[in-house]
């Protein structure tokens, strides 16, 4: 692209670079102000099963920049994880989340789980199971309470490490979810030799259910790929009720996405919750 606008492409193009340089030097040094400052917080988004009831939810974290407003962890997450401050980050998420969770115990089933997402960086790390292990402790949250969500590349990088790494986890009885299913283009062997407990199919496969065929026929076939695996399937981005219809048709055992609800603050869990024990017939 840039070689067919000629030379003033070229310099936009370096221009560009160095605009995103500045800014990711930038939100690198605010970060370590933010952590210190707590300008953090976590969303809940909750996940569906096929009746109705309600599986878990997923913790996304949001921050709140004192001039920049709300930051997407899609720009700011990939930055920490380049300087390590994710492993701060990390740690803070995995501990307000599991106390969030047990604040709601009286208006949750208790097989509820919280599901988190874990940087390669976090899953990787030498001391991984032992401070995940005191995390649990000091929260009260029991292990099978809890999901960790990995993406599919994670887990395809040191295969070996990770299967050990996840055998120890199953053993603790904490579950684990490979998440944006689809979107690695890992070899599906890996599959059978790995003790996870749930798929997430990724929202791009989602996104064109019911119209688009060939996307019906790849979801149908996940779908089948982990029943006959046992393992749970997830629907990721679930934004309307043809599609919701389309995925029940499918037999996907969980949906997650804004035609059930949007992430959301926990002092607005805390009110879906209560509003969904006075209506109970309204399941979505
Ligand atoms: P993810 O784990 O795949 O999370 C799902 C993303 O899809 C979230 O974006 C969620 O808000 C969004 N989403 C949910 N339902 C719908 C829907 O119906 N339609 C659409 N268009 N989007 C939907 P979010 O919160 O911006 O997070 C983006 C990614 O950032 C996450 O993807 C996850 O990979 C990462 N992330 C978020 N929180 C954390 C964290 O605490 N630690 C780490 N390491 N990564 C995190
Ligand atoms: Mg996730
Ligand atoms: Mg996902
Ligand atoms: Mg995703």
Redesign the pocket.
């Given at each position: 692209k840039a070689k067919k606008q000629g030379r003033n492409g070229i310099q936009t193009y370096t221009h560009d670079i160095n605009t995103k340089l500045t800014q990711r030097l930038m939100l690198r040094n605010d970060l370590q102000d933010a952590i210190n400052q707590e300008q953090f917080s976590?969303?809940y988004?909750p996940l569906i099963r096929h009746d109705g009831t309600v599986k878990g939810f997923?913790?996304?974290?949001?921050w709140q920049h004192p001039e920049k407003g709300v930051i997407?962890?899609?720009r700011f997450?990939p930055i920490?994880?380049q300087t390590g401050q994710?492993i701060a980050?990390?740690q803070w998420?995995m501990a307000r989340?599991a106390r969030d969770l047990l604040a709601l115990s009286a208006l949750l089933p208790n097989n509820c789980l919280i599901s988190?997402?874990?940087?390669p960086l976090?899953f990787y790390r030498a001391n991984f199971l032992q401070t995940l292990a005191e995390t649990l402790k000091n929260t009260g949250l029991p292990a099978s309470r809890l999901e960790l969500?990995l993406?599919e590349g994670v887990l395809m990088n040191d295969t070996e490490g990770a299967i050990t790494t996840l055998h120890a986890l199953h053993n603790m009885g904490v579950h684990v979810a490979i998440?944006?299913f689809g979107t690695g283009f890992s070899s599906l062997s890996y599959l059978r030799h790995l003790p996870v407990n749930t798929l997430?199919i990724?929202?791009s496969f989602?996104?064109h259910l019911p119209e688009n065929r060939k996307d019906t026929a790849v979801v149908s076939g996940i779908i089948g790929l982990a029943h006959h695996l046992d393992l749970t399937v997830v629907a990721?981005?679930?934004?309307t009720q043809q599609q919701h219809q389309a995925l029940a048709a499918l037999d996907c055992d969980v949906f997650?996405?804004?035609?059930f609800s949007?992430?959301m603050p926990f002092p607005a869990v805390v009110d879906w919750l209560k509003s969904r024990k006075s209506h109970p017939a309204n399941l979505s």
């Open positions: 976590l969303h988004q997923e913790a996304l974290l949001r997407s962890p899609g997450i920490a994880e994710i980050l990390g998420v989340a988190i997402n874990l940087s976090q969500e993406t998440d944006d997430k990724d929202r989602i996104t990721e981005g679930v934004e997650q996405g804004y035609f949007r992430p």
